[in-house]
């Protein structure tokens, strides 16, 4: 090989500072796709990459998503794991798989006001909302539950007539 094609091709293993975020399930990290060959491919060592996170979100259920955020330069990196997205937890209190194919349209399930606060709460804790009064995130998460085809209802009565009629 020529000295430009070595020079190249070291050049290439040493990989430069960078940012690269990723959703990936708690305790259930592993070194097949997507997340091994998206950490191979910035000279992260996958398996010590894997130890790290599952430690790091051992007290997290199995089988959530976790935002990740993963900090990287030579082969050295920092995890940031953050709380599940608001869908998540808004499709787990209505009990549901999937959002409505048709938003507006259609009603796949109802969460309580009670239930966006407690949501609300728990979002309040990562940095995006750092700043933001309480009654802005339930917005903002009532906002997310109307785009996936979730109702909001006032009390337990409305939401048990919700359920009955649908």
């Not at 259930?28 to 910035?42: E, N």
């Amino acid at each position: 090989m020529s000295a430009k094609k070595v020079a190249a091709k070291s050049a290439a293993v040493k990989q430069t500072a960078g940012i690269f975020k990723m959703y990936i399930t708690a305790g259930k990290a592993a070194p097949s796709p997507p997340l091994g060959p998206a950490l191979g491919q910035r000279g992260i060592n996958i398996m010590q990459f894997i130890k790290e996170f599952n430690e790091k979100t051992k007290n997290v259920k199995v089988g959530i998503p976790i935002p990740t955020v993963i900090n990287f330069k030579d082969g050295k990196f920092d995890i940031f794991v953050k709380n599940p997205p608001a869908t998540y937890f808004l499709k787990a209190a209505a009990g549901i798989e999937k959002g409505a194919q048709k938003p507006g349209h259609e009603i796949v399930g109802s969460v309580s006001l009670r239930q966006i606060y407690e949501i609300a709460k728990v979002k309040g804790q990562d940095p995006g909302f750092k700043n933001t009064p309480l009654i802005g995130i339930c917005k903002t998460i009532i906002h997310s539950a109307h785009s996936i085809g979730i109702a909001i209802v006032n009390d337990k009565v409305e939401l048990e007539k919700l359920e009955q009629a649908s």
